[in-house]
């Protein structure tokens, strides 16, 4: 009697979830990062208050929490079934690159408590020496901070320095990070945001969103 062979068909591979797009995902995990910071430390050192008498926590706390959404929804749009080719996962920082933010974020927090001072300004201080050290040593990393630290000088110069200077920091420093900045598109759209911002929250919706610093009146 012969050997009795059975044959198998080669099992069809899974489709596994791969990365389609390096830039989204890094983009996706470094704001869902930074809005969950900023978030959790509004809330656990500031009053939240109400969405009519908001607390210092209250608009930071937002803010981070709609970040985390759009780093989740932009994470989730670079993933794919079966991408149109195999890409070798790389970041434009790396694990000490990350230590490093850390530590500065810490020092200079450290450094505010013990003069005394807000912590609101170590962070904003921590964010642009971030920014500057990027710029020169990961400029492949610099849209993803400076897209961030446009959320972050957006969230803490609201109550200090009024909307309309919020909304342009929040605007020109993400035009930097783009691959080409242009004055006149960059002020067209400020001058949009800034409007609708004051017309539908301030003016229609009555938030006490201050428009200028305090001591213009």
Do not use: C
């Not at 959790?40 to 009519?52: H, K, P, R």
């Not at 989730?76 to 079966?82: G, H, I, N, T, V």
């Amino acid at each position: 009697m012969g050997a009795h062979v059975t044959l198998r068909a080669p099992l069809e591979e899974e489709p596994r979830m791969k990365i389609r797009s390096q830039k989204d995902f890094w983009s996706g995990l470094m704001f869902i990062g930074s809005g969950l910071f900023f978030a959790l430390w509004a809330m656990a050192f500031y009053q939240m208050g109400t969405a009519v008498r908001m607390g210092p926590a209250y608009f930071p706390t937002m803010l981070g929490f709609l970040l985390t959404v759009l780093g989740a929804a932009v994470l989730l749009q670079s993933l794919a079934m079966e991408p149109e080719g195999d890409q070798a996962v790389h970041t434009p920082f790396n694990i000490i690159d990350l230590l490093i933010v850390v530590a500065i974020y810490a020092v200079l927090i450290l450094l505010s408590q013990n003069m005394g001072s807000s912590s609101d300004y170590a962070i904003l201080g921590g964010t642009i020496i971030v920014s500057l050290l990027t710029a020169v040593f990961r400029p492949d990393a610099k849209p993803l901070v400076l897209v961030t630290a446009a959320t972050i000088a957006y969230g803490y110069l609201m109550k200090p320095l009024g909307l309309v200077i919020a909304t342009a920091a929040l605007v020109f420093i993400s035009a930097l990070g783009g691959h080409e900045f242009k004055w006149k598109e960059v002020t067209i759209l400020f001058i949009i945001l800034i409007l609708f911002s004051v017309l539908v929250f301030v003016k229609g919706l009555t938030l006490p969103f201050p428009i200028w610093p305090e001591y213009f009146g």
